[in-house]
């Protein structure tokens, strides 16, 4: 009885130790946050980052910097998150392609993305659209799926370059449809997007922000969202899972990460920090005027995702045989 009663005090007597460590580390007001966006200012993940880096100065009474570190497609600013120490002084406002597409594409990373962080949180979605030219006879995705069954290799997507989430998208759909799609890589999700419009393309995988305008204006035929749900600005449009693609799902994920070896305490007070902002009226308003929409998860279910994707996207491209560009 005597040593069971031990054992509990000591448990009890560590995991006070490990809280109040993590509160006096939160709580000092003279410790800067760097917040390091992996990519240059200007972009959604930037400006997403802005908008919760005030809310985050207030809700842990530190200020908090965005510090741009962009270059080889996020991979220099995650390495440097994943270098810096377990203080909760240094976090990663990571995407699902620096976390989940680069790694399966890339195995020769400076970082792993299980290995090497804690997750927070997620904080934000983007959703993809399947779109196609007006010429495109269809309607939905399943009629899309006998139009190019009867025309295999002879349909042309674009994407952002090869490997891009929108590639390895559209080369899951084409799997798990049984399809031949033909890509056409480009130097960014503009110029693929304008020639889809041109008539160049018969169809794209493209962000909800960029693809809204053109479907809205007849310019493009929205066949369905590659989601979990509809989303609440397009309530008749089906999710690509629903017409037939069971499971099919290619949102892009914005998420928070700290380094491998950050205390439970610590991690555990900056989800609960990014929960009261992630509920924000302003937050959620601004973020669905980047496209977006706010997103709050465990750091549990963060992490199951990135183990889901990063299986996923490791089949697609040994599959597909895809290779960095």
């Not at 240094?90 to 597409?101: D, K, R, Y």
């Not at 590639?167 to 799997?175: D, M, N, Q, V």
Request: proline share 8%; aromatic share 6%; with cysteine.
């Amino acid at each position: 009885m005597k040593a069971g009663l031990m054992m509990t005090l000591l448990r009890c007597t560590g995991l006070l130790a490990a809280c109040l460590w993590a509160a006096q580390v939160m709580a000092q007001s003279t410790a800067s946050v760097r917040l390091v966006v992996p990519f240059a200012t200007g972009g959604p993940t930037d400006i997403a980052a802005r908008v919760m880096a005030p809310l985050l100065a207030e809700a842990l009474g530190r200020p908090v910097i965005v510090d741009n570190k962009a270059g080889a497609t996020g991979a220099i600013g995650a390495d440097i998150v994943a270098r810096s120490a377990p203080d909760g002084n240094t976090v990663l406002f990571g995407t699902s392609s620096i976390m989940a597409a680069n790694p399966a594409l890339m195995p020769k990373l400076p970082f792993d993305p299980v290995r090497d962080f804690v997750p927070i949180g997620q904080v934000a979605a983007i959703e993809n659209i399947l779109v196609v030219h007006p010429s495109v006879p269809v309607q939905n995705v399943q009629e899309f799926i006998r139009y190019a069954k009867d025309r295999p290799g002879k349909l042309f997507y674009g994407s952002s370059g090869s490997g891009s989430t929108y590639h390895l998208g559209a080369e899951l759909f084409a799997s798990q449809t049984q399809t031949q799609l033909t890509h056409v890589p480009y130097k960014g999700q503009g110029p693929a997007a304008q020639d889809l419009l041109a008539g160049h393309l018969q169809l794209m995988f493209d962000a909800f922000n960029s693809a809204v305008p053109n479907i809205k204006a007849g310019r493009v035929k929205a066949l369905g969202i590659a989601s979990a749900k509809r989303h609440p600005e397009l309530p008749d449009l089906p999710t690509i899972s629903e017409q037939g693609v069971p499971g099919y799902v290619t949102t892009i994920w914005l998420a928070l990460f700290l380094p491998a070896k950050t205390p439970k305490p610590v991690v555990d007070a900056w989800h609960q920090a990014t929960q009261g902002i992630l509920q924000k009226p302003e937050v959620r308003e601004r973020f669905s005027k980047l496209g977006m929409q706010a997103v709050s998860t465990s750091p549990q279910e963060l992490e199951a995702l990135l183990q889901q994707e990063l299986a996923q996207w490791r089949r697609v491209v040994r599959d597909a045989n895809i290779k960095p560009e």
